[in-house]
């Protein structure tokens, strides 16, 4: 089956000049979620401006659904959600309905068709209490789940997301998780950077670290790599406090609190 993502040995050049590699191979199946970690300056909101095709490489290889995503802007945009990590950004219609509205009436849908499915999406983020709401009325939390609703109101195959978790509470953290979990289950795939580390193993199947400058540092399912503690704090990234417990008690880590407690019931 071949891969929504296909990134290999890719470089890209900022406006001023300075030069990001990204060495090494990333594969993102279909149905896959991957979770993209790194320091500030390892270039994961590059990484995703390149994957949406808003940045063009300079070398290398970046295909998604088979296609370089800069020279394929409108068929990548049309099967393509993002969630910004900046989210006033994308809030851009006069309420929160309109909002919500605003890709598929960009697209062209009947209205009948655009009204079900804001319906559809309000419901599943809970948010129709917010119907009529001005965008900059909303709460930080809000704002996230409303943009999150906006980017899947037209059901993407790929969505990509930069920090989802951030400003959500606890209870927000977990309905976003689950909502990502279903949506993958479906054949949604998910490449999400965030800096909330001790969400990313219920969140990711697989992990990509990078280094300063971009280097693929390491890859792997969350119990693999987070079970490397050292070189993650080298990388100057803060382990999850599951996986660090863990990796000092030389025992599996696990990937949730309930697998923990099992693993610890167990004979050393």
């Given amino acids: 089956m071949e891969p929504v993502i296909h990134i290999e040995d890719l470089a890209a050049v900022y406006p001023g000049g300075e030069k990001v590699f990204f060495e090494g191979k990333i594969l993102v ?9 790194g320091a500030n300056g390892s270039g994961k909101t590059t990484l995703l401006r390149l994957i949406s095709g808003l940045m063009k490489p300079e070398e290398g290889k970046i295909l998604v659904f088979g296609r370089p995503p800069f020279a394929n802007f409108d068929f990548v945009r049309d099967h393509l959600g993002v969630l910004l990590q900046h989210v006033e950004d994308q809030l851009i219609a006069p309420t929160v309905e309109e909002d919500i509205a605003f890709t598929p009436r960009n697209r ?23 119907r009529e ?14 943009a999150l609703a906006g980017a899947l109101i037209a059901r993407p195959e790929l969505l990509l997301l930069d920090e989802p978790f951030e400003h959500l509470d606890p209870q927000g953290r977990r309905e976003t998780n689950e909502l990502l979990g ?4 479906s054949g949604v795939s998910i490449l999400l950077s965030t800096h909330q580390v001790n969400l990313v193993s219920e969140a990711a199947d697989k992990i990509v670290v990078l280094a300063p400058g971009g280097r693929l540092a390491m890859q792997g399912p969350p119990e693999e790599v987070f079970g490397r503690s050292e070189e993650l704090l080298e990388l100057r990234i803060e382990p999850p406090i599951l996986g660090d417990l863990f990796h000092r008690l030389k025992r599996p880590v696990p990937r949730t609190v309930a697998e923990a407690a099992e693993i610890l019931q167990r004979p050393a």
């Fill in 29 to 37: 199946a279909p149905g896959e979620r991957l979770a993209l970690l």
């Fill in 108 to 130: 062209g849908w009947p209205e009948k068709k655009i009204s079900e499915a804001v319906e559809r999406t309000m419901r599943d983020f809970g948010i129709e209490a917010l």
């Fill in 133 to 146: 709401r001005p965008v900059h009325s909303l709460s930080a939390g809000e704002r996230v789940r409303v």
């Fill in 182 to 185: 279903n949506l993958a289950s």
